[in-house]
């Protein structure tokens, strides 16, 4: 029987969440106002995006045409835990999802492509793309297709079951194409290659493709195929074709039938697990494991149980898999990454890459230039001083904040400066204001760049009243904060 890896997406974890109220959609069919949201819908049909910052949230959308939901356009959509589905082989279509923004979450199939990407920046998090169907002449058949005028791409945690062309498909038919993430993805199937970088056409150059930390099993002809271009490839875990592992603990290859017929026969492994309830009782040992680094480069991995983790010196890589985890990175440029379960996670010193997993996180990035990333779930990010915060080029960045679900936490840091006391900060809520000469002002604005991979909002704080910033926050995208996004 295939091995099962926890933390990534199937059909349990993706798509309209248990217990969702539904009604069915009766609006229109072309959103045109800016900031729409649509939550909680049976959208019988394909939905039209031609406005700014739209969100389509715990949504089934059932459509007979060329894609489910077509944003090609509009800047800053989100389409989040939604369940779609194509016609299959009764119907003629192209892409479940057609644009760029942020998709995340997704429970996508009976389609030729999964996503399309269009120009600019997108995040691609934790979506199930599987069952790729088309009832066209000679399909295409991607998961992901990035294919021309892409600029800041992040692919990440998602699990892709491909067939014939590829998992993921990167070609610069219709555009350059640069700075493209692709990480801890799990990339199975029947594709020719579970991976394309080609740049063979006259779009323009393929630039910074990074292809990092991947489950990947092999393709009919091999794991990438890579023409006129230099990615960067590193950690990828390769499995022979045929062999690769299945996302949760969940079936999800579209030939199914085979592992129910095994799941009988590992039955015997439920029947020691009532040995194993025995485990309960030592659940406080992995409670209490401590894994140490050396003063070195260190690459450590947790397990089942709730590990602490200190990298100790070194550019270190620490994963904490299943578990509520405590990651310490101390002192190096680390990569921290918490996998499933509610973890804590702190750089320490250096510029280091975190990223919580699945769960409510608290990530904390210490001194030093870090990039956070929280990924599914409520986290938090934590800002003990301005120097954990940094400020201008050496800021921290957000990758992924949530409005509404994610918060920041300024409540250790003292808003008082150097001066008596431990001060709150408070927040001004209009957008590019002008700090009010207080202690402990903190203000916020939009940086637009037009839907490129710059867009951002940067959160400054005053924390002696002088009318200039002490520390900055910067939050990749266009999102307009008020104090509800705030611990302070």
């Not at 459509?63 to 077509?70: K, L, P, R, S, V």
């Not at 299945?246 to 085979?258: A, F, S, Y």
């Not at 956070?372 to 003990?384: A, E, I, L, P």
Request: hydrophobic share 30%; with cysteine.
């Amino acid at each position: 029987m295939a091995t099962t890896l926890a933390g990534y997406p199937n059909a349990s974890n993706t798509g309209v969440p248990a217990g969702t109220a539904l009604t069915n959609y009766t609006g229109p069919t072309t959103i045109t106002k800016a900031g729409t949201v649509i939550e909680g819908k049976i959208i019988n049909g394909p939905l039209r995006i031609t406005a700014a910052d739209v969100v389509i949230k715990n949504c089934v959308i059932k459509f007979n045409g060329t894609w489910g939901i077509d944003a090609e356009g509009a800047k800053n959509v989100t389409i989040q835990y939604c369940d779609i589905t194509g016609p299959g082989k009764s119907g003629d279509n192209n892409s479940g999802i057609l644009g760029s923004g942020n998709f995340i979450g997704n429970d996508i199939s009976n389609v030729e492509n999964g996503i399309t990407l269009t120009g600019g920046a997108s995040t691609v998090r934790g979506n199930y793309i599987h069952d790729l169907l088309d009832g066209g002449s000679d399909p295409h058949y991607d998961g992901i297709s990035v294919q021309g005028g892409q600029n800041g791409v992040l692919i990440e945690g998602n699990t892709i079951v491909g067939r014939d062309t590829s998992d993921i498909f990167i070609k610069n038919d219709f555009g350059p194409i640069s700075n493209v993430t692709v990480n801890n993805n799990l990339l199975i199937g029947e594709p020719g290659y579970a991976l394309y970088v080609d740049g063979r056409a006259s779009g323009g150059p393929i630039t910074g493709v990074t292809i990092t930390n991947n489950h990947v099993e092999k393709g009919f002809y091999g794991y990438y195929s890579i023409d006129k271009s230099s990615p960067v490839l590193s950690g990828n875990v390769e499995y022979a074709n045929g062999q690769g592992p299945l996302p949760g603990g969940g079936t999800v290859t579209p030939t199914p039938e085979p592992t129910p017929t095994p799941e009988p026969t590992p039955e015997p492994t439920p029947t020691p697990e009532p040995t194993p309830e025995p485990t309960p009782t030592p659940e406080p040992t992995p409670t209490d494991k401590v894994i140490n680094g050396t003063n070195g480069y260190d690459n450590l991995s947790g397990a089942a149980g709730n590990e602490t983790i200190n990298g100790k010196y070194g550019n270190d890589v620490l994963k904490g898999l299943d578990g509520n985890d405590r990651l310490n990175g101390d002192a190096g440029n680390d990569q921290l990454y918490g996998g499933a379960g509610d973890d804590i996670l702190d750089g320490g010193t250096g510029n280091d890459i975190l990223n919580g997993g699945s769960g409510n996180d608290r990530i904390f990035g210490g001194t030093g230039k870090d990039t956070m990333t929280g990924n599914y779930g409520s986290d938090t990010f934590v800002f003990t001083s301005a120097s954990d915060a940094g400020s201008d080029g050496g800021r921290d960045v957000i990758t992924d904040f949530q409005k509404g679900v994610d918060k920041i936490d300024l409540s250790i840091m003292d808003a008082n400066g150097s001066a008596s006391g431990n001060g709150t900060f408070h927040f001004q809520a209009a957008e590019n204001a002008l700090f009010d000469r207080k202690a402990g002002a903190l203000a916020w604005h939009l940086e637009d760049n037009r839907g490129t991979s710059n867009d951002k909002t940067v959160i400054q704080g005053d924390l002696n009243g002088d009318g200039r910033h002490d520390f900055e926050i910067e939050l990749k995208g266009l999102i307009h904060l008020s104090a509800s996004d705030f611990i302070l």
